[in-house]
């Protein structure tokens, strides 16, 4: 089978391949959290002041399945601090150079941030937020009315961005993977992305929620509604969330 992209791809990232990375050239570490757009800040419950999601895992595991209509039921502000916390949570030992998160990522690198796309959440004007993992909360985006809509469209007209309470967009940013691993990075962009959506997954069920992952999307339309040059910072996944 010959697929030319995807062969110059797997190729090009080989370990033999690569040149040196920006770390070894001695280049500046990139910062480990970016704030992609000022906004009003929201504050969310603390991950420790509340006790939510004590499902076992192999409950959470068997019963999980891909949910794409969902109750009207909105989730509450510590349902929604708590997936937040599962899939991008910000560990006490971190540090000003690396983070430790509830998630695994290649070389700690954890190169995304989480954008939100509310529709249903108590407490929450619908619209655009970015979670601020460095302080565990809410920065409030300005966004079209119809924001949801062109959401939407941008995947495809997928109705689980209309049925979800909120929908999880995680956008990478290249260089904080590249500054280590070069090409290379990219590949772990992918695998790290697979690690956040899982958890995802498994603490919404934990909750009596679900999710679906959304990889069908049009990059371009995504990328230009979220105001990401496509390049440097792109949309890498997302998954829509909400109650059975
Ligand atoms: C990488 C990836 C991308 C996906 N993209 C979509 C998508 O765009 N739309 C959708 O409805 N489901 C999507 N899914 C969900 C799969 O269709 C679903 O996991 C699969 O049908 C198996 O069903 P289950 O999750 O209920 O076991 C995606 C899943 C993965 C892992």
């Not at 192999?58 to 899939?87: G, H, M, Q, V």
């Not at 961005?161 to 962009?189: C, D, K, N, P, Q």
Request: charged letters at 20%; one cysteine or more.
């Amino acid at each position: 089978m010959s697929q030319p992209i995807a062969d110059a791809f797997l190729e090009g990232t080989k370990y033999q391949n690569l040149g040196p990375s920006d770390q070894q050239r001695g280049v500046e570490q990139p910062p480990v959290h970016s704030v992609l757009r000022s906004g009003q800040r929201v504050a969310l419950p603390r991950p420790n002041s509340f006790d939510l999601g004590d499902m076992t895992i192999r409950k959470a595991i068997e019963i999980r399945r891909s949910l794409r209509t969902f109750a009207d039921t909105p989730l509450n502000l510590e349902e929604l601090s708590y997936l937040l916390w599962c899939t991008q949570g910000v560990k006490p030992e971190s540090t000003e150079k690396f983070t430790l998160r509830t998630v695994p990522s290649a070389g700690a690198r954890h190169a995304f941030e989480t954008v939100l796309l509310i529709n249903r959440v108590d407490g929450l004007k619908p619209g655009l937020y970015q979670f601020d993992a460095a302080v565990h909360g809410l920065i409030q985006w300005d966004s079209p009315a119809d924001v949801t809509q062109q959401v939407m469209a941008a995947c495809l007209d997928q109705q689980t961005i209309v049925h979800s309470a909120v929908t999880f967009i995680w956008v990478a940013e290249r260089e904080r993977m590249a500054w280590r691993y070069g090409e290379r990075g990219v590949r772990y962009l992918f695998l790290d992305a697979g690690h956040v959506c899982q958890n995802l997954h498994l603490a919404a069920e934990s909750i009596a929620a679900g999710a679906c992952a959304i990889g069908a999307y049009n990059d371009d339309v995504l990328n230009s509604l979220l105001a990401l040059d496509g390049t440097d910072r792109w949309v890498v996944y997302l998954a829509g969330v909400g109650k059975r």
